[in-house]
């Protein structure tokens, strides 16, 4: 803050002691610079139109604001001008007078005046984020000498709006949260006011903060990743600001298949990428605000795996398993069929060793020669045939015998 200070006090003093007095080509300055704060946000300056002009002259007015490390140059035709400013770093105001149809005149020397910061600071580093549609939060250090009657307002419109949510640490004040539905379109600077007594007296500390889309701080999205088909969806759900439309961001997908990392950045919360059966997938998504929607912090989301990494000659090798698994499933069937049904399939053949062994202990210990056939007694029947002519009976022998 000093730094600042002690730079814009140079440049004012020195734009106060340079041409004092007018030279023949110049214009005159202004007269009678005097300010004032009208609120706590807004000063107002006035001055008077320079003598002695011409009455055909017409002139402008430059005017030159050193707001700590701003610097505001506006040009009037009026006599006055307010704005909201801070004076946290302090002001230098200056005036330059300008001619319109003066001729050959030149603008004037200016006219100028300082503002010095005000004698302490009742916060300390404060930062405000805009984290919801509807919410911001402001947060800062305490100074060692804190008012214990401070109050932080912020600027809605010409109004100054009290905090009514503080945050506190340790006993004091460390942050306010605000709420309006304003944030949403709102797209100039935000300002705010602290207040409090500092040796009995009050000291007014006001900040000029970029607007709400200049100071986003989103959560980390939700991720999540789809097999869909062939492919790998990489789907971002950011969390909150769901009001602004999809254009306002840029995904930086960064992922890893098969230990090979691979970064893609695209305009839509769904990207494609091949899936490959044999790779695992990580991957992680950052969001990032488009220039034209406005700047800030999201969170990176957590890292999401996908699929298992695997062997490319696995299936080649499954293949060769499952066959040598059945072959050997086969062979073990058929072996306990065999088993099962081998009487039948492989009928029992003798030893000969052990049928010569038998035989020949037999013929050791007992011979028995096998019995001589022996045929059976046929009966025996007596014929007798008498001829039955007298021829026949007288040459033929008496008796006749068959064995039958």
């Known amino acids: 803050m000093c730094r600042y200070w002690d730079i814009s006090l140079v440049i004012c003093f020195s734009l106060m002691f340079v041409g004092v007095e007018n030279m023949p080509d110049q214009m005159p300055p202004p007269k009678n610079l005097m300010y004032t704060w009208r609120t706590p946000f807004t000063l107002y300056v006035k001055w008077e139109k320079p003598e002695d002009l011409d009455p055909t002259c017409t002139v402008n007015y430059t005017v030159t604001i050193f707001e700590g490390q701003f610097q505001h140059i506006i040009q009037t035709s009026n006599n006055f001008y307010s704005m909201n400013l801070s004076n946290k770093d302090g002001l230098n105001f200056s005036v330059t007078t300008n001619p319109g149809n003066c001729g050959n005149k030149q603008s004037s020397p200016p006219i100028s005046f300082a503002i010095p910061p005000p004698p302490v600071m009742l916060v300390r580093n404060l930062n405000c984020i805009y984290y919801s549609k509807d919410k911001m939060m402001c947060t800062w250090d305490p100074d060692d000498d804190d008012a214990q009657d401070l109050d932080f307002y912020w600027l809605h419109g010409e109004e100054s709006v009290k905090c009514s949510s ?17 944030f949403k379109s709102k797209t100039d600077d935000m300002f705010y006011m602290a207040i409090g007594t500092y040796k009995n007296s009050t000291v007014i500390n006001t900040f000029r903060m970029p607007g709400p889309y200049q ?190």
Do not use: W
């Open 215 to 404: 100071s986003v701080r989103l959560n980390k999205p939700k991720f999540t990743i789809k097999r869909n088909g062939r492919n790998l969806l990489l789907q971002t759900t950011r969390s909150g600001f769901e009001h602004l439309d999809e254009s306002c961001f840029s995904y930086n997908y960064t992922y890893v298949k098969c230990n090979e990392t691979t970064s893609a950045r695209v305009n839509t919360n769904i990207h494609s990428v091949e899936y490959d059966p044999i790779c695992k997938y990580k991957a992680r998504v950052k969001m990032e605000f488009e220039e034209n929607c406005g700047a800030g912090v999201i969170e990176e989301s957590d890292e999401v795996e996908y699929g298992e990494d695997r062997d490319p000659n696995l299936p080649v090798l499954l293949v060769f398993i499952f066959i040598a698994v059945f072959i050997f499933a086969c062979l073990i069937g058929c072996f306990v069929l065999l088993r099962r049904h081998k009487d039948d399939l492989l009928p029992k053949i003798p030893d000969p060793s052990q049928f010569f062994k038998e035989n020949i202990s037999n013929i050791k210990t007992s011979y028995t020669a096998p019995s001589l056939y022996e045929p059976k007694e046929e009966p025996v029947e007596s014929l007798s045939l008498e001829p039955q002519t007298q021829l026949l009976k007288d040459h033929m022998p008496r008796t006749l015998e068959y064995n039958v």
């Open 166 to 182: 503080y945050i506190h640490e340790n006993m004091k004040i460390r942050g306010c949260n605000i709420t309006s539905e304003d």
